[in-house]
């Protein structure tokens, strides 16, 4: 199986949409929580080839050309915020009145377009940088995952970002990526909750 990593681009929102549902609810399809089955993507993928600050890779199989994986992330975390409370959250949240959600999953995050969780101090004093990684399941246990982080960390040391580091948010439900993100040298964050997640640059 012959698969690439190249940069994220804004034309790959709609695939990147696609596998945020197919890993949304921990780790597996969400697709039965969701009658708008784009909410999961508009807040963990999507803004991250939209919006300033932001980056990312994309994995995508030779063999169809389809983007199958991906790691997306901002450089700046608080100026991400910042922009995304003015810009993005506002106009989900009025295409998406709470009137409309009946499943569990549009029940969430329609409440969460009016009320969007931040990064703690702790994470943000640990790195001013963040990410979100997901793969499809059949291209996952063989190494891609892997090779998306340490794209990632190479294109952010370029960069220099601010505490020369990198973190995430754990879904807690999640032990297997919880064990995935150990062997790679993640570690708990100190002071902030136990699914707050970062490694430092070497």
Partial sequence: MALTIRRATEED???LSRICLLTA?????????????ELPGLVYSVPYVKLPT?????????????VVGYIVGSKDTREYERYAAERWWPALAEKYPP???????????????????TASDA??????AHLHINV???????????KLVAKAI?????????????????????EQARKFYKRLGFERIEGADENQMGIKFV
């Fill in 99 to 117: 009137s409309i959600a009946k499943k569990p999953g549009d029940v969430l995050y329609t409440s969460l377009f009016r009320k969007m969780h």
């Fill in 154 to 174: 190479e294109y952010l040391k370029e960069e220099n970002v601010e505490g020369n580091g990198v973190w995430l948010g754990l879904d807690p439900r999640n």
């Fill in 25 to 37: 609810d921990a780790g597996t399809s969400a697709e039965h929580l969701h009658d708008f089955p």
């Fill in 136 to 146: 499809l399941p059949a291209y996952q246990g063989q190494g891609w995952g892997r």
């Fill in 123 to 128: 994470s943000i004093n640990f790195s001013a």
């Fill in 54 to 66: 932001t980056w990312g890779f994309v994995l995508v199989d030779d063999a169809t050309n389809d």
């Fill in 13 to 15: 929102a709609p695939a």
